[in-house]
């Protein structure tokens, strides 16, 4: 199955997510952490789900999928027991124009959850069009031991220079010279050692050497 890869913008937006069970809380949790606002269709709830609803992280419709149930939302995630229920629910919400996610029935999706890896705002994922989770899954759990913490926090120095960048190397070729001393082996190296002061010291040094370079 061909997809486009695409990251999206999901804060504030309202997402319905019918199921209440482990599945369904993964789903819930990851919409969360982008932010959106979750409203959850099931008479039942795991354990972590009921404790989000009674603190007002999700709003928690406590009954069985209904129609009109799921009508003006932005995204609407099927994840119930019940294949039945789950078929009804994508129905109205692809006739109401939510972008749309079945689990394990990719060919009823209009987008794929892939697998990720967070590093603050370094974002990995990983997908296999749907056809074999666990392989995904195999390759997330690679990347988590390859690429540490220390990769969101580099990135986050990158962040921080990006003025300084800015100002010093006016031009394209200023940059990419700099990108290529920035992100080098030497610098990766540093960063699976967790030396993060002296990968810091590479940028700084990089901004200062790259200017004065014909």
Do not use: H
Request: hydrophobic share 40%.
């Amino acid at each position: 199955m061909k997809v486009y890869p695409v990251n999206l913008k999901i804060a504030d937006r309202p997402c319905a997510v019918i199921g209440g069970g482990k599945v369904a809380e993964r789903k819930i949790l990851s919409l969360l952490e982008a932010g959106a606002k979750v409203t959850v269709i099931s008479p039942k709830l795991t354990s972590a789900l009921a404790k989000l609803a009674a603190d007002g992280g999700v709003c928690w419709r406590n009954k069985d999928y209904g129609a009109g149930d799921v009508q003006d939302y932005f995204m609407v995630v099927c994840a119930a027991d019940s294949k039945a229920v789950n078929n009804k629910a994508a129905a109205e919400a692809r006739t109401s124009g939510a972008l749309l996610n079945v689990v394990d029935a990719p060919d009823e999706c209009d987008f794929i959850i892939p697998g990720k890896i967070s590093r603050g705002d370094l974002l990995i994922t990983v997908s296999t069009g749907g056809k074999s989770p666990a392989f995904s899954r195999r390759l997330r759990e690679e990347l988590e031991t390859r690429y540490g913490e220390e990769y969101g926090m580099y990135l986050e120095m990158l962040s921080r220079q990006r003025e300084a960048i800015k100002e010093k190397l006016v031009n394209t070729k200023d940059r990419e010279r700099f990108w290529r001393a920035a992100l080098n082996s030497e610098v990766l190296t540093l960063l699976n050692q967790g030396q993060l002061k002296e990968a810091e010291a590479m940028i700084i040094n990089a901004i200062s050497s790259v200017g004065t370079q014909s």
